[in-house]
């Protein structure tokens, strides 16, 4: 049985390892927006910096560039009352995340301040944010699945024990109840949940009514709001992500939910366009799909456990040839998209199954179910492309014998894809219902 008290000691010594005595000073010479140059101190990209003003109050931040030998740093709060000659200091640390078992059931910060009326949170050890992916060969192939607790997905998009999904959507079309959904119905161990740049209003709901008490009891939120500078928005997800990877490190399969990795591109663009990078497409900066390759990386199945990722995507204008959108296709194992026309209509989740796919869906699933998801999708390609011939009338029994059986089966199919958000269903559950169904 591990010893407490050694475990608190652990993490101390580990705590002064990581961190040095010496600290550099600099003076700041320019302050703009959320931006701080200085002269000095020495320091590299990436470290975390202390940014004092004439009152003694100290502003946390972060090295996100140099001009020439001038240092650009970011606080991680509104800069008030910053004068030019002021301190700024470093001392050789990067930024971590304390971790452990007590963040089940926790809304925490971008900082990882715990923000919820609970009890103080025992740290077991700290996990840095800016973790680098694992190498490839030390990810093991995907076979297992992941019941999401929804019959379309698992149905027909089944989803693979370390895989890595975009749910694609507009703004309004459920991105968020579809979210509270899987957290609740998820058989994976732990549920890491990433809001980034939220509706400070929403939060709560999104806890009380999405998530729910069942959800949120093996769940670790990390929310951020959209009113909080860009590098505590970037750092929620960093903290999620290191959440997740902390959790797998000690034989969990984790379910990690980003909502939404558009947010974390743009506070990302905000970060580059103030430290001098040049805009490419659409106006976001190279770091913007660096910083996406590396996130998405981080997932995956390992030796030790799983991290099965879900991020939400927001399409502008419900376009699916956006850049960001286009990028992040590529990255991804797989995507979810949601039809507006579908929410509409009444039918949820409104997952337009003919658009999304799963990359690992051969990999994971049983020849007989594979067959059956194979069959039906066919029928709905079919009755998809004459949809508007049936509905004007001009559809004609018995000239298409496909489209005659895609026609015959839309009500059971419709029944089958839609889904009371209140009512999860198992892998097992949806499989056979999937297999019920007339072809």
Not at 36 to 64: K, L, N, Q
Not at 148 to 157: E, K, M, P, S, T
Not at 185 to 202: C, F, H, P
Not at 361 to 373: F, I, N, R, Y
Request: aromatic share 6%; glycine share 10%; hydrophobic share 40%.
């Amino acid at each position: 049985m591990t010893n407490p008290m050694s475990t608190m000691l652990a993490a101390y010594q580990n705590h002064l390892k990581s961190n040095s005595t010496l600290r550099w000073w600099g003076r700041i010479t320019k302050a703009t927006g959320q931006l701080v140059e200085s002269d000095g101190p020495f320091c590299a990209v990436g470290e975390c910096c202390e940014i004092e003003d004439g009152t003694g109050h100290v502003y946390e931040g972060e090295v996100v560039g140099f001009k020439g030998s001038t240092v650009l740093s970011m606080a991680l709060e509104k800069v008030e009352g910053v004068r030019y000659g002021d301190r700024i200091a470093t001392w050789g640390a990067h930024p971590r995340l304390g971790v452990g078992t007590d963040l089940l059931g926790r809304v925490i910060d971008g900082r990882g301040e715990v923000i919820d009326s609970g009890p103080r949170v025992h740290t077991e050890a700290y996990w840095p944010l800016h973790a680098t992916a694992p190498q490839p060969l030390k990810r093991i192939p995907i076979v297992d699945v992941l019941g999401c607790g929804v019959r379309a997905i698992d149905g027909l998009i089944t989803v693979g024990r370390g895989q890595r999904l975009g749910i694609f959507g507009g703004s309004g079309v459920g991105k968020s109840t579809l979210i509270g959904m899987m957290a609740r119905g998820s058989s994976a161990d732990v549920i890491v949940l990433g809001l980034v740049g939220e509706r400070g209003r929403e939060v709560r709901e999104f806890l009380e009514k999405a998530l729910g008490d069942e959800g949120r009891r093996r769940s670790v939120v990390v929310a951020s709001t959209s009113d909080q500078p860009p590098l505590i928005r970037i750092r929620a997800v960093l903290a999620a992500t290191s959440l997740a990877e902390y959790f797998c490190s000690q034989g969990k399969n984790v379910l990690l939910v980003v909502d939404s990795l558009t947010r974390v591109a743009m506070a990302q663009r905000e970060i580059g366009l103030a430290a001098g990078e040049p805009p490419t497409s659409r106006g976001y900066t190279p770091s913007v799909f660096t910083l996406m390759a590396r996130l998405i990386e981080r997932a995956g199945r390992f030796s030790t456990g799983s991290i099965t990722a879900f991020y939400t995507v927001l399409m502008e204008g419900d376009d699916q040839q956006d850049t960001l959108v286009d990028s992040l296709r590529a990255l991804l194992d797989g995507h979810i998209v949601l039809d507006r026309r579908l929410n509409m209509q009444n039918h949820f989740p409104p997952i337009s199954v003919l658009d999304s796919l799963s990359r690992l869906m051969t990999s994971v699933c049983q020849p007989q179910h594979l067959d059956k998801a194979r069959k039906l999708r066919k029928l709905m390609a079919s009755y998809s492309a004459s949809e508007d011939l049936i509905r004007v009338g001009a559809y004609q029994k018995g000239v298409d014998p496909v489209l005659d059986r895609a026609v015959a089966i839309v009500p059971a199919m419709n029944g089958f894809l839609q889904q009371d958000a209140g009512q999860p269903s198992s892998f097992d559950a949806s499989v056979t219902a999937l297999l019920a169904l007339p072809e």
